[in-house]
């Protein structure tokens, strides 16, 4: 059987299939790549979901190098058609139900997409004997810390809510496909993303649009839970790093040592909004919620020479400023299907004292 060794991708010009780059991560990604690397063409698969957006792609619609095409990733023959059709050469596979809170409210499209799609993606891949699969993953899969610690890649995996578990499944399958195929695969582990297109269910976009319509900040439990902030472009080019030059089989964290309790980050949105904090309203908790994500990203910053270009405070004021700018952006989104969702999450969920 042929065996991958080589670390490093060498191709001129690459076919790369994404999949879920209408949605937050995969559509900055998109920006990314055909900013940087003029010579890969990127097909965009997305089944556009709720969470999926061609607004975020308008800008490169016609770019020579980007083409896109709607299909769902659990959809074996349609994938299997495209990959065909595009002669793609690799899989970098965004492609997710990405909310926790959804997930708490019915897993089974967790399942379908995160588990069972990330298994018709690899199938595919190792029939075609890809050049690489990156799949892209999460903190989650690693579980909750205390007050200490760091999440490094040797951390067990213990995911606590439904989307973390299918995450956790399919970093399982990826790994399974490499030990039992020799398919090239690569795993990012990545904490909290924010900036620009993030959809307004994630804390910093909801944060921000609600503060921009003077209606209240919900802040789940003691508001002390903590996530480790990265901004999206930073998490953009780790990708790409590890895609490239990754070793083959491996696991790479990714985040920017940079941890805020929930609540801190409110009062900062606020203060950035010129807003008070009378807006802020405890609620009752996430179920299962997580107290503390941090991750040790030494492994990636070391052997890749990645690092974060952006300051958290250049960061949160570009993307506060971004929503400001692009209202009807988040507005379109939020008086659509969203308003149904934000009711049966928020309403009637008991507010408590801070
Ligand atoms: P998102 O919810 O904004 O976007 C997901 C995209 O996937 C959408 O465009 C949606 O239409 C598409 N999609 C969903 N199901 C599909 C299916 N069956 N077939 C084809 N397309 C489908 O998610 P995001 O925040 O951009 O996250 C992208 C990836 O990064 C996910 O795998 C997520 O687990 C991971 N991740 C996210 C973060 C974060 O902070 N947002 C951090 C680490 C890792
Ligand atoms: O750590 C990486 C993960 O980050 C990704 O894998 C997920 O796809 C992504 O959604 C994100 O998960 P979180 O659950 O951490 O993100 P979220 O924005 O939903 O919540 C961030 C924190 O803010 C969390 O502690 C819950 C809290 N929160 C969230 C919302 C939406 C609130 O207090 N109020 C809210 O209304």
Redesign the pocket.
């Known amino acids: 059987m042929f065996v991958w060794t080589a670390a490093r991708l060498d191709s001129s010009r690459m076919n790369i299939l994404i999949t879920g780059g209408a949605g937050f991560i995969g559509s900055n990604f998109v920006h990314y790549v055909l900013k940087r690397r003029q010579q890969d063409k990127i097909v965009n698969v997305d089944m556009l979901t709720y969470a999926g957006n061609l607004e975020n792609l308008e800008d490169v619609r016609s770019h020579p190098n980007y083409v896109f095409e709607k299909a769902d990733i659990c959809d074996r023959d349609a994938i299997e058609r495209i990959l065909e059709k595009h002669n793609a050469e690799a899989i970098i596979n965004f492609a ?1 139900e ?4 959804r997930s708490i409210l019915g897993a089974a499209e967790f399942i379908r997409t995160n588990v069972s799609g990330t298994q018709v993606l690899l199938e595919l891949a190792n029939q075609r004997k890809m050049k690489r699969f990156l799949q892209v993953s ?3 899969v690693y579980g909750s810390l205390g007050d200490t610690g760091l999440f490094t890649e040797e951390t067990p995996l213990h995911p606590n ?1 439904p ?2 578990a299918s ?1 956790a499944g399919a970093d399982m399958l990826a790994l399974a496909y490499h030990h039992t195929f020799s398919l090239p695969v690569v795993i990012t582990r ?4 924010y900036g620009p297109y993030q959809f307004p ?4 976009p ?2 921000i649009a609600n503060a921009l319509n003077d209606k209240p ?5 003691d ?1 002390k ?4 902030w990265l901004h999206v472009e930073d998490h953009c080019a780790a990708i790409d790093s590890v895609f490239h030059d990754g070793k083959i089989g491996e696991i790479y964290n990714v985040g920017g040592s940079n941890e805020w309790m ?1 609540i801190d ?2 009062k900062l949105v606020l203060e950035l909004l010129n807003k008070p904090e009378s807006l802020i309203t405890f ?1 009752q908790d ?1 179920l299962g ?2 107290r503390r ?1 941090a991750i040790d990203s030494s492994k990636i910053r070391r052997e890749l020479n990645w690092k974060p270009g952006y300051t958290f405070e250049h960061g949160i004021r570009e993307t506060v400023q971004w929503y400001i700018k692009n209202r009807t952006w988040w507005e379109n989104i939020i008086t659509g299907e969203y308003q149904e969702y934000y009711k049966r ?2 309403e009637g969920r008991e507010k408590i004292a801070g």
Not at 98 to 101: E, F, I, M, P, T
Request: with cysteine; aromatic share 10%.
């Open positions: 997710a990405s909310h926790v809170d999460t903190d989650e809510s989307y973390s995450k990545c904490s909290n993303n269910e994630k804390l910093i909801l944060l900040l919900p802040v789940y439990g508001g839970n903590v996530r480790d929930n980050i409110v609620v996430r919620h997580d994500y999450m928020y």
